[in-house]
């Protein structure tokens, strides 16, 4: 397992939107939401207004680690792809790589069907692009070269003192 932070620059990030504001129209979703297995929102696209996005990503990562746990108990890697069915509206959550997780917010203008062949081609998409910013963040590393290597403690003290 990779222990280093990914890097990720704006036109990262621009794919990333690109990649599941399509998913949400396709999939005829609520809202589509990348987050990393450490809790953290990445990107959000769709039209949900006033859910808490910091609970969603906290939330979702604990769901797969406790799942994690179950799978494991049970002789499972892992349990790739989640759904919850609620009264009004589900959740899809895929595993996209091994740092990366996708949920879908759907109702019943979507299908479990539609949404879980949409998911296939943006996960894969989506894996695609994490995979591509961890080679070029282990490349910067190689070299050297991280956007905070010049950054010295002393600069940290300055920034918060005063």
Not at 43 to 63: K, Y
Not at 93 to 102: D, G, M
């Amino acid at each position: 397992m990779r222990s280093a932070q990914l890097v990720m620059y704006d036109e990262d990030y621009r794919r990333i939107l690109q990649v599941i504001q399509r998913l949400v129209r396709d999939a005829n979703a609520k809202g589509v939401f990348v987050v990393d297995r450490n809790g953290q929102l990445i990107g959000e696209a769709g039209e949900l207004r006033g859910i808490d996005t910091t609970s969603l990503a906290s939330l979702t990562a604990g769901c797969i680690a406790a799942t994690g746990g179950l799978a494991k108990l049970v002789g499972e890697e892992d349990f790739p792809v989640h759904f919850h069915q609620g009264q009004r509206d589900n959740l899809h959550i895929t595993l996209v790589s091994s740092r990366t997780i996708l949920v879908v917010v759907f109702d019943d203008r979507s299908s479990l069907g539609l949404v879980r062949l949409r998911v296939k081609k943006a996960g894969a998409e989506l894996a695609k692009v994490f995979e591509e910013l961890q080679k070029k963040t282990d490349q910067e590393q190689a070299k050297g070269n991280t956007p905070f290597a010049e950054i010295t403690d002393d600069d940290i003290d300055n920034l918060f003192s005063s």
